[in-house]
């Protein structure tokens, strides 16, 4: 567990972040406006900058308090930023063992051949970097930083200078990377998508202050998320990739329910998370068996909100607890007249699987 609470302050912008309490464990993102202070909550954390004063301690061992700060090499920590820097007179096998050669004599480096193995860049290592594409500098980056056995992994935006493609591939992989390792992951980052993928908690981040700490299911299930972007509300379920398909589409269980989305690369029994738009989602009294949506969910009404003049969000709960949001126009909702407990069923137009 990471416990704490900082203050940073520079001329024109101070963090003071309020006590916050984080386990340590999967990945923590932050997340914020532009300037709302997410990097400087890490730097804060990390010991980088003398100006931190507050406290912070990590599994009981005190890293702040007050103006004590435990020097920065002792907290172990590794980083990947935006930009890899990568020093473009090494290749990468130089740039990966410039780190370790520095590594504190009371620790050993990871296991080199496992690490490049996993990182996908085994055959890579005689490139000159200045070479390389944007995605396989990260990925040295993220060797770089795992080599040197860290017992916490900051990344700091660290897939926004990649193209789309890059960007699919990095986040499986840091999503491998997290499984295996068991590293803890503190990810800053800007887009939704990211933190729907990602995330297993959040810290929201306000004005250099931390809002809000929730878990990802919690985030998605208040209508006012800033998670929530131009797509409007999305809802994130959690399933585990079933064994059948058919017709090209592959069943997912939700507990005892069932989803069937386009065949995925996933593995059967490999948990996933697929991502439904509210207005993708329609409601009805009963289970129709005479339309061509494929994907109907018995569900209880758990809220109705408002969402402008015309249109209703309705809440709607699986019968494994998970939620899901529907948008229904206010006309339906009157003629249907739902109510909060009513089951109803949820027909599902798209479901994003994401791989
Ligand atoms: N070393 C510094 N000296 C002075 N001001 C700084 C320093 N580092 C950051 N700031 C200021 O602190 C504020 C918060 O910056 P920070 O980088 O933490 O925000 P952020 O939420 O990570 O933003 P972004 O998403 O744009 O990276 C900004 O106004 C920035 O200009």
Known sequence: MMRGNLQLAFEQFALNSGEFELPLSGITVLFGRSGSGKSTLLRAMSGLDKRTVGELSVNDEIWQRGSYALPPQKRHIGFVFQ????????????????????????????????????????????????????????????????????????????????????????????????????????????????VERLADRIVFMKSGHIETIETLQQALSRMDSPLFDEQGVVSVLSGK?????????????????????????????????????????????????????????????????????????????????????????????????FKVGQTVYALIKAVAIME
């Open 83 to 194: 930009d890899a820097a990568l020093f473009p007179h090494l290749n990468v096998k130089q740039n990966l063992f410039y780190g370790i050669k520095r590594l504190p004599k009371n620790i050993a480096p990871a296991n080199f051949n496992d690490i490049v193995e996993r990182v996908g860049i085994a055959d890579k290592l005689d490139r000159a970097v200045t070479f390389l594409s944007g995605g396989e500098k990260q990925r040295v980056a993220i060797a770089r930083a795992l080599l040197m056995q860290p017992k916490l992994l900051f990344m700091d935006e660290p897939l926004s200078a990649l193209d789309w493609r890059a960007k699919a591939q990095l986040l499986t992989l840091i999503e491998e990377l997290v499984h295996f390792f068991k590293i803890p992951v503190f990810y800053i980052t800007h887009a939704p998508n990211e």
């Open 241 to 337: 990739c079933g064994e059948k398909t058919e017709y090209g589409l592959r069943q997912v269980q939700l507990g005892d329910d069932q989803l069937w989305l386009s065949e995925a690369h996933t593995a059967a029994q490999q948990l996933l998370r697929v991502v439904i738009l509210a207005k993708d989602v329609s409601v009805a009294l009963s289970d129709p068996h005479d339309t061509s949506v494929t994907n109907h969910l018995k569900t209880t009404i758990t809220s109705i909100n408002e969402e402008d003049n015309h249109r209703l969000l309705v809440r709607l709960q699986l019968q494994d607890g998970q939620h899901l949001f529907a948008e229904v126009t206010r006309r339906s909702a009157d003629r249907l007249q």
